[in-house]
């Protein structure tokens, strides 16, 4: 998986492109955050739109996610959801967890 940051304001906007899955990605996105949160950054974006396949593993990473970025006094938006993305989200019960968006504009609006 890549991950390209951009920072708007005091908002980080990671794009992901690829899969999330236990052999792609998890890694990627674990150590991207880790160098993120440790940067000072605590309102984070996660803009799924090219992430073309999520396993169970990667799901659990994005709860991790969540996480990790909630305990550490931030707060995490999930932006361009695909349908293969969140049917898995809200099959599990975990789309009440995250909060999603489906534009970039309304996902940095978001933060208080």
Same mark, same amino acid.
């Given at each position: 998986?890549?991950?390209?940051?951009?920072?708007?304001?005091?908002?980080? @906007?990671?794009?992901?492109?690829?899969?999330?899955?236990l052999? #792609?990605?998890?890694?990627?996105?674990?150590?991207? &955050? %880790?160098? +993120?949160? %440790? !940067?000072?950054?605590?309102? @984070?974006?996660? $803009?799924?739109? %090219? @992430?073309?396949? @999520?396993?169970?593993?990667?799901?659990? #990473?994005?709860? $991790?996610?969540? $996480? !990790?970025?909630?305990n550490?006094g931030?707060?995490?938006?999930?932006?361009?959801?695909?349908?293969? &993305? !969140?049917?898995?989200?809200?099959? +599990?019960?975990?789309?009440?967890?995250?909060?999603?968006?489906?534009? #970039?504009?309304?996902?940095?609006?978001?933060? $208080?």
């Open positions: 998986m890549k991950i390209t940051t951009r920072i708007i304001g005091d908002v980080r @906007i990671l794009d992901c492109t690829g899969k999330i899955t052999d #792609e990605g998890m890694l990627s996105l674990r150590n991207t &955050l %880790h160098d +993120t949160l %440790h !940067s000072g950054a605590n309102k @984070i974006v996660l $803009n799924l739109a %090219h @992430i073309k396949y @999520i396993d169970s593993s990667g799901i659990g #990473e994005l709860v $991790n996610t969540h $996480n !990790s970025v909630t550490d931030g707060q995490l938006r999930l932006l361009n959801l695909t349908k293969k &993305l !969140s049917d898995p989200l809200v099959i +599990t019960k975990l789309m009440m967890v995250f909060k999603s968006f489906n534009d #970039e504009k309304t996902a940095l609006a978001s933060f $208080n």
